[in-house]
Nanobody, 116 residues
Framework: QVHLVESGGGLVQPGGSLRLSCLVSGIHFKFNAMGWYRQAPGKERELVASISNVGVFTNYVDSVKGRFTLSRDNAVSTVYLQMNSLKHEDTAVYFC?????????WGQGTLVTVSS
């Protein structure tokens, strides 16, 4: 059974930083490219960043380039998202899942709220 457990969200002021973590179980983690996705209130879920199975290649949407850094540790089946210089528009629930085709199973997500 697949489990995706996101953590690390919270309330942060504009310009602040957070580090999200996602612990994955039930799949062969090291063989899967992973992505961080987010869903802002009233909007569709979108891909924010992706990382190849061994972490060599990463891609980011333009809106987070230079501010977010995606990494992974295959030894502990965890993917991370370091978010710096956070903006109001980064407010969303953040999820991890496989990429490019997400699994049907999604975790509960972790809420990031950027507000002064």
């Amino acid at each position: 059974q697949v489990h995706l457990v996101e953590s690390g969200g919270g309330l942060v002021q504009p310009g602040g930083s957070l580090r999200l973590s996602c612990l994955v179980s039930g799949i062969h983690f090291k063989f899967n490219a992973m992505g961080w996705y987010r869903q802002a209130p009233g909007k569709e879920r979108e891909l924010v960043a992706s990382i190849s199975n061994v972490g060599v290649f990463t891609n980011y949407v333009d809106s987070v380039k230079g501010r977010f850094t995606l990494s992974r540790d295959n030894a502990v089946s965890t993917v991370y998202l370091q978010m710096n210089s956070l903006k109001h528009e980064d407010t969303a629930v953040y999820f991890c899942n496989t990429h490019p085709r997400p699994l049907d199973a999604w975790g509960q997500g972790t809420l990031v709220t950027v507000s002064s």
